[in-house]
């Protein structure tokens, strides 16, 4: 089932105070980032955290599963929760990265 837009703001609204919040629609699902960084990923209404040590402590009771076939293991954050979702982007925030842009491939045309 995929993921309304109603609860992908829900989610945006219960964590806009850790920093800017947008989303993007990825594969039908959507990444969550703050301070343009990729830190919340939405599946089937599903909020998941990627498995990292610097949450661990945080994320010791959470429930755990795959956002999509082949994907590795992630936590299942408890959105609802403002205080947990507030402390674990604060830590992700320190560890995650921006991405870098990808660079557009060049197209070769035929001469001959």
């Given at each position: 089932m995929?993921?309304?837009i109603d609860y992908?703001?829900?989610v945006c609204g219960q964590v806009r105070d850790t920093g800017y919040v947008r989303y993007k629609k990825m594969f039908g699902e959507y990444m969550i980032?703050?301070?343009?960084k990729?830190?919340?990923?939405?599946c089937d209404s599903i909020v998941f955290v990627k498995i990292l040590p610097c949450i661990d402590s945080l994320m010791a009771n959470a429930e755990r599963g795959f956002p999509y076939k082949g994907a590795k293991e992630h936590y299942i954050l408890d959105v609802?929760?403002?205080e947990l979702a507030s402390a674990v982007i604060t830590e992700l925030l320190e560890v995650i990265p921006i991405p870098k842009p990808r660079k557009k491939k060049d197209v070769k045309k035929d001469t001959k």
């Amino acid at each position: 089932m995929a993921t309304s837009i109603d609860y992908i703001e829900f989610v945006c609204g219960q964590v806009r105070d850790t920093g800017y919040v947008r989303y993007k629609k990825m594969f039908g699902e959507y990444m969550i980032y703050v301070n343009d960084k990729p830190i919340l990923l939405i599946c089937d209404s599903i909020v998941f955290v990627k498995i990292l040590p610097c949450i661990d402590s945080l994320m010791a009771n959470a429930e755990r599963g795959f956002p999509y076939k082949g994907a590795k293991e992630h936590y299942i954050l408890d959105v609802e929760d403002k205080e947990l979702a507030s402390a674990v982007i604060t830590e992700l925030l320190e560890v995650i990265p921006i991405p870098k842009p990808r660079k557009k491939k060049d197209v070769k045309k035929d001469t001959k």
